[in-house]
């Protein structure tokens, strides 16, 4: 559900378009001064701002300005309101960085239509830029495993053929086949990475969740800056059955869970510890399921916005594009999962993952069940 701020002093002008937005299936918030505009559009993050030209505090082309020179919020449309057709009225908010404008007594058709088409073309622009990297990555990550795999495949090959001419007895197998076991494991980490970027749809199997969790996280690490601060990766499984899903794509949802626990727990303080529990969860709506858990110990979400972190283009992250939790929660959505998020009473937030048993029971074969990777 789309969010829209009206910035306006008349009572009776805000509950009009109240109205209006709250017919059209829109959350709607509302302020009377616009000295306060900027800081609620921060705390509300809104996908449209209804901003009145003439406030008692100020002027609308003064608040228009103030937004767009807030790095957070400077990408919000605003719709301005006008009581007169002026032409030079129009002009002054287009140079302020209005989108677009109407007048008060406008019909209420053109008012939703032009909100609607803000909002929209907002989304469609943002995703086409989203789509555009993701295509570099793709290409680059695509150009990278290439040149990996063939030198891998000699290897392996080099490291059969040798393993062949030897006897069970032989000492040199203890050089041998750990190479094999690497370079195994490497090919099915590559195999992973590329589907990741891959495009079409979900390639299905049967998925040991632990060891995809632990992999996750191994990556994870390996990909932080150990400069920005200390944080501690626990993670504990419990003995669960096989998933079936994209190994490549729950990658990508489990990193992006992970990055963001690290970053909430890194924009209050340089240390902290994220939790991660896999087990087996009691049958619900008529399904078992084995959940993933990713609780960290940062700040928490704010109450008002738990409902729309999945929500396309919401963030709360000056840098942020509001997709990762949004493209998240459609990937887990397309292997028949669902992705929730709580609040933790102690402090901090927990993502849970959520996905449907598969049939075969899948062993541990990890000594420590229970590995301690540290950030410092």
Known sequence: MSAVLIVDDSPSDRALFRTLLTRAGYTVHELARGREATAKAREVRPHAIVLDVNLPDTDGHSVCRAIRADPEIAGIPILMLTTRDDDADVVRGLEAGADDYVTKNS???????????????????????????????????????????GPLSVIRGSAELMRFQLSADDPHLQWVDPILRNTRVLQIRLEHLM???????????????????RESADLFLKGTDPRAGRVVLDVAADDVPAVLGDAGR???????LLGNAYEAILSARKDGKIAVKISKSACEEGMEWVTVEIADDGPGIPSANLDRVFEPFFTTKESGSGYGLYLASEIVKEQRGKLTVCNIPAGGACFTLWLPCHSATVTETAPDANPQLEVT
């Open 107 to 149: 019909p209420s058709e053109i008012f939703l239509a032009r909100i609607r088409r803000l909002i929209q073309y907002r989304q469609m622009t943002t995703v086409t830029i989203l789509n555009e990297h993701l295509v570099q990555v793709g290409r680059l990550v695509a150009g990278i495993v290439h040149e990996i795999r």
């Open 250 to 256: 729950l990658i990508q949802v489990l990193l992006n």
């Open 195 to 213: 589907a990741t970027v891959r495009t079409g749809s979900a390639v299905m199997a049967q998925v040991d969740l632990p060891g995809l969790v």
